[in-house]
Protein backbone atom coordinates (compact mmCIF):
# COMPACT_ATOMS: atom_id res chain seq x y z
CA UNK A 1 0.00 0.00 0.00
CA UNK A 2 1.58 3.66 -1.05
CA UNK A 3 1.27 6.58 1.18
CA UNK A 4 -0.87 3.66 3.25
CA UNK A 5 -4.16 3.69 1.36
CA UNK A 6 -6.14 1.10 0.67
CA UNK A 7 -8.47 3.02 -1.83
CA UNK A 8 -6.59 4.78 -5.73
CA UNK A 9 -8.35 8.31 -5.47
CA UNK A 10 -8.07 11.22 -7.51
CA UNK A 11 -5.31 12.07 -6.53
CA UNK A 12 -3.04 8.88 -7.47
CA UNK A 13 -4.41 9.45 -10.54
CA UNK A 14 -3.76 13.04 -10.81
CA UNK A 15 -0.05 11.92 -10.02
CA UNK A 16 -0.16 9.35 -12.69
CA UNK A 17 -0.99 11.88 -15.34
CA UNK A 18 1.98 14.04 -14.05
CA UNK A 19 3.94 11.23 -14.39
CA UNK A 20 3.24 10.39 -18.11
CA UNK A 21 3.05 13.64 -19.30
CA UNK A 22 5.82 14.91 -17.52
CA UNK A 23 8.16 12.35 -16.66
CA UNK A 24 8.85 10.42 -13.04
CA UNK A 25 9.88 12.96 -10.24
CA UNK A 26 13.70 12.59 -9.60
CA UNK A 27 13.33 13.58 -6.24
CA UNK A 28 16.64 12.24 -5.12
CA UNK A 29 18.36 13.93 -7.53
CA UNK A 30 20.41 16.87 -5.57
CA UNK A 31 20.29 20.73 -6.83
CA UNK A 32 22.17 23.14 -5.46
CA UNK A 33 20.30 25.99 -4.24
CA UNK A 34 21.67 28.93 -6.65
CA UNK A 35 20.49 25.98 -9.69
CA UNK A 36 17.15 25.88 -8.03
CA UNK A 37 16.35 29.65 -8.15
CA UNK A 38 17.95 29.73 -12.03
CA UNK A 39 15.39 26.71 -12.89
CA UNK A 40 12.74 28.70 -10.96
CA UNK A 41 13.71 31.76 -12.70
CA UNK A 42 13.52 29.76 -15.95
CA UNK A 43 10.37 27.78 -15.84
CA UNK A 44 8.32 30.97 -14.16
CA UNK A 45 9.89 32.77 -17.93
CA UNK A 46 7.98 30.22 -19.65
CA UNK A 47 5.28 30.41 -17.86
CA UNK A 48 4.01 34.20 -18.26
CA UNK A 49 4.82 34.77 -21.74
CA UNK A 50 2.46 31.52 -22.58
CA UNK A 51 -0.08 33.39 -20.02
CA UNK A 52 0.42 35.97 -22.05
CA UNK A 53 0.49 35.76 -25.79
CA UNK A 54 -2.56 34.38 -27.76
CA UNK A 55 -3.59 31.61 -29.09
CA UNK A 56 -1.50 29.49 -26.64
CA UNK A 57 -3.18 26.92 -24.53
CA UNK A 58 -3.32 27.62 -20.48
CA UNK A 59 -0.64 27.13 -18.16
CA UNK A 60 -1.58 23.95 -16.23
CA UNK A 61 1.25 23.36 -14.29
CA UNK A 62 4.83 24.71 -13.38
CA UNK A 63 7.36 22.28 -11.50
CA UNK A 64 10.76 22.79 -10.34
CA UNK A 65 11.42 19.19 -9.51
CA UNK A 66 13.22 17.45 -11.74
CA UNK A 67 11.31 14.92 -13.93
CA UNK A 68 12.63 12.53 -16.88
CA UNK A 69 15.80 14.55 -17.82
CA UNK A 70 14.42 18.13 -17.01
CA UNK A 71 15.70 20.25 -14.52
CA UNK A 72 12.06 21.81 -14.41
CA UNK A 73 8.87 21.52 -16.44
CA UNK A 74 6.11 23.95 -17.58
CA UNK A 75 2.73 22.52 -18.78
CA UNK A 76 0.30 23.82 -21.15
CA UNK A 77 -3.45 22.07 -21.55
CA UNK A 78 -5.27 22.46 -24.57
CA UNK A 79 -9.28 23.66 -23.98
CA UNK A 80 -10.23 21.54 -26.96
CA UNK A 81 -8.99 19.39 -29.26
CA UNK A 82 -7.16 20.73 -32.07
CA UNK A 83 -6.59 19.13 -36.01
CA UNK A 84 -4.33 22.14 -37.20
CA UNK A 85 -2.03 24.83 -35.63
CA UNK A 86 -3.02 29.16 -36.66
CA UNK A 87 -0.03 30.54 -38.02
CA UNK A 88 -0.50 33.19 -34.66
CA UNK A 89 -0.34 30.05 -32.30
CA UNK A 90 2.80 28.85 -33.66
CA UNK A 91 4.41 31.81 -33.42
CA UNK A 92 3.50 32.33 -29.61
CA UNK A 93 4.62 28.82 -29.01
CA UNK A 94 8.09 30.34 -30.37
CA UNK A 95 7.72 33.42 -28.31
CA UNK A 96 6.85 31.29 -24.93
CA UNK A 97 10.15 28.55 -25.77
CA UNK A 98 12.33 31.69 -25.67
CA UNK A 99 10.88 32.73 -22.18
CA UNK A 100 13.14 30.87 -20.23
CA UNK A 101 16.12 31.53 -21.58
CA UNK A 102 15.23 35.45 -21.11
CA UNK A 103 14.43 35.31 -17.95
CA UNK A 104 17.38 33.79 -17.17
CA UNK A 105 19.28 36.89 -19.01
CA UNK A 106 17.33 39.17 -17.00
CA UNK A 107 18.48 37.58 -13.52
CA UNK A 108 21.87 36.04 -14.04
CA UNK A 109 23.06 38.51 -16.52
CA UNK A 110 24.05 37.36 -20.26
CA UNK A 111 27.36 35.91 -19.40
CA UNK A 112 25.85 33.75 -16.94
CA UNK A 113 23.10 32.12 -19.17
CA UNK A 114 23.31 28.31 -18.93
CA UNK A 115 22.91 25.45 -21.11
CA UNK A 116 19.50 24.86 -20.07
CA UNK A 117 17.61 26.11 -22.84
CA UNK A 118 19.28 24.29 -25.69
CA UNK A 119 16.09 21.82 -26.09
CA UNK A 120 14.01 25.39 -26.40
CA UNK A 121 15.93 26.47 -28.88
CA UNK A 122 16.01 23.48 -31.25
CA UNK A 123 12.17 23.32 -30.82
CA UNK A 124 11.45 27.23 -31.51
CA UNK A 125 14.07 26.78 -34.39
CA UNK A 126 12.22 24.17 -36.23
CA UNK A 127 9.06 25.38 -35.98
CA UNK A 128 10.32 28.70 -37.48
CA UNK A 129 11.95 26.68 -40.38
CA UNK A 130 8.81 24.24 -40.63
CA UNK A 131 6.95 27.61 -41.08
CA UNK A 132 9.24 28.76 -43.79
CA UNK A 133 10.25 25.52 -45.59
CA UNK A 134 7.26 23.15 -45.15
CA UNK A 135 3.83 25.06 -43.92
CA UNK A 136 4.06 27.81 -46.76
CA UNK A 137 3.43 30.30 -43.89
CA UNK A 138 6.11 33.05 -45.12
CA UNK A 139 5.22 36.26 -46.63
CA UNK A 140 8.55 36.39 -48.70
CA UNK A 141 8.88 32.96 -49.77
CA UNK A 142 4.44 32.10 -50.26
CA UNK A 143 2.86 28.66 -50.35
CA UNK A 144 5.39 26.66 -51.50
CA UNK A 145 7.22 23.84 -50.39
CA UNK A 146 11.23 23.55 -49.92
CA UNK A 147 11.11 20.65 -47.92
CA UNK A 148 11.34 16.57 -48.91
CA UNK A 149 8.33 14.62 -47.18
CA UNK A 150 11.29 12.54 -45.20
CA UNK A 151 11.53 15.62 -43.44
CA UNK A 152 14.92 16.85 -44.98
CA UNK A 153 15.82 20.45 -44.81
CA UNK A 154 18.22 22.41 -47.27
CA UNK A 155 19.96 24.48 -45.11
CA UNK A 156 23.22 23.97 -46.02
CA UNK A 157 22.84 20.46 -44.47
CA UNK A 158 21.36 18.79 -47.54
CA UNK A 159 22.69 15.85 -49.03
CA UNK A 160 19.95 15.05 -51.63
CA UNK A 161 21.64 13.76 -55.18
CA UNK A 162 19.00 16.77 -56.97
CA UNK A 163 19.38 20.28 -55.52
CA UNK A 164 16.08 21.26 -55.47
CA UNK A 165 16.48 24.71 -54.67
CA UNK A 166 18.57 27.84 -55.35
CA UNK A 167 21.54 29.15 -53.17
CA UNK A 168 19.59 32.33 -53.27
CA UNK A 169 16.59 30.73 -52.06
CA UNK A 170 19.05 28.83 -49.51
CA UNK A 171 19.81 32.35 -48.29
CA UNK A 172 16.20 33.64 -48.10
CA UNK A 173 15.22 30.63 -46.12
CA UNK A 174 17.64 31.28 -43.64
CA UNK A 175 16.41 35.12 -43.51
CA UNK A 176 12.86 34.24 -42.82
CA UNK A 177 13.90 31.92 -40.43
CA UNK A 178 16.05 34.68 -38.34
CA UNK A 179 13.09 36.59 -38.99
CA UNK A 180 10.47 34.90 -37.14
CA UNK A 181 13.15 33.93 -34.42
CA UNK A 182 13.90 37.23 -34.05
CA UNK A 183 10.81 39.02 -33.66
CA UNK A 184 8.96 36.68 -30.71
CA UNK A 185 12.31 36.31 -29.36
CA UNK A 186 11.45 40.52 -29.18
CA UNK A 187 8.31 40.02 -27.83
CA UNK A 188 8.75 37.37 -25.11
CA UNK A 189 12.03 39.83 -23.85
CA UNK A 190 9.25 42.56 -23.83
CA UNK A 191 6.42 40.70 -22.22
CA UNK A 192 8.68 39.18 -19.34
CA UNK A 193 10.49 43.08 -19.04
CA UNK A 194 6.51 44.53 -18.45
CA UNK A 195 5.98 41.67 -16.07
CA UNK A 196 9.37 41.45 -14.24
CA UNK A 197 7.54 41.92 -10.65
CA UNK A 198 5.49 38.73 -11.41
CA UNK A 199 8.28 37.09 -12.96
CA UNK A 200 10.28 37.42 -9.37
CA UNK A 201 6.81 36.64 -7.25
CA UNK A 202 6.52 33.57 -9.22
CA UNK A 203 10.18 32.17 -8.84
CA UNK A 204 9.87 32.70 -5.32
CA UNK A 205 6.65 31.02 -5.01
CA UNK A 206 8.11 28.05 -7.22
CA UNK A 207 11.25 27.82 -4.53
CA UNK A 208 8.33 27.61 -1.17
CA UNK A 209 6.25 25.40 -3.39
CA UNK A 210 8.50 23.78 -5.77
CA UNK A 211 4.74 22.99 -8.13
CA UNK A 212 2.17 25.36 -8.56
CA UNK A 213 -1.00 25.32 -11.00
CA UNK A 214 -2.87 27.40 -13.00
CA UNK A 215 -4.99 28.66 -9.98
CA UNK A 216 -1.96 29.93 -8.49
CA UNK A 217 -0.24 31.12 -11.65
CA UNK A 218 -3.51 33.30 -12.31
CA UNK A 219 -3.35 34.58 -8.89
CA UNK A 220 0.22 36.08 -9.75
CA UNK A 221 -0.77 37.05 -12.94
CA UNK A 222 -3.71 39.00 -11.42
CA UNK A 223 -1.27 40.61 -8.78
CA UNK A 224 -2.57 38.66 -6.12
CA UNK A 225 -0.21 36.41 -3.45
CA UNK A 226 -0.45 32.85 -4.62
CA UNK A 227 -2.88 30.81 -2.45
CA UNK A 228 -0.55 27.72 -1.02
CA UNK A 229 -1.29 24.10 -2.95
CA UNK A 230 -4.22 22.03 -1.85
CA UNK A 231 -1.96 20.00 -0.14
CA UNK A 232 0.02 22.06 1.62
CA UNK A 233 1.09 21.85 4.97
CA UNK A 234 2.09 25.15 6.88
CA UNK A 235 3.48 24.05 9.93
CA UNK A 236 6.65 22.50 8.23
CA UNK A 237 6.47 23.78 4.60
CA UNK A 238 6.36 20.82 2.95
CA UNK A 239 3.31 18.85 0.91
CA UNK A 240 1.04 17.41 3.30
CA UNK A 241 0.76 14.16 0.49
CA UNK A 242 4.52 13.64 1.00
CA UNK A 243 4.04 12.90 4.49
CA UNK A 244 3.30 9.45 5.44
CA UNK A 245 0.36 8.35 6.86
CA UNK A 246 -1.63 11.62 6.13
CA UNK A 247 -4.13 12.26 3.65
CA UNK A 248 -4.92 14.79 1.37
CA UNK A 249 -7.67 16.15 -0.47
CA UNK A 250 -8.29 14.87 -4.07
CA UNK A 251 -7.67 17.07 -6.45
CA UNK A 252 -9.77 18.91 -9.18
CA UNK A 253 -9.35 16.04 -12.31
CA UNK A 254 -8.20 17.27 -15.72
CA UNK A 255 -7.89 15.57 -18.92
CA UNK A 256 -6.51 15.43 -22.38
CA UNK A 257 -3.21 15.86 -23.93
CA UNK A 258 -0.77 18.71 -22.63
CA UNK A 259 2.39 20.33 -23.97
CA UNK A 260 5.57 21.33 -22.32
CA UNK A 261 8.49 23.36 -22.23
Known sequence: KRQNKRVVGM?????AKDKIMMGAERRSMVMSEKEKLNTAYHEAGHAIVGYCVPDHDPVYKVTIIPRGRALGVTMYLPEEDKYSISKASLESSISTLFGGRIAEEMTLGADHVTTGASNDIERATDIAR???TKWGLS???GPLTYREDDGEVFLGRSVSQHKQVSDVTVHTIDVE???IVDRNYERAEALLKEHEDKLHVMAKALMKYETIDMEQVKDIMEGREPRPPQDWDDSDDKPAAKKKGKKSDAATPIGGPASEH
Open 11 to 15: EEFEQ
Open 130 to 132: SMV
Open 139 to 141: ERL
Open 177 to 179: VRK
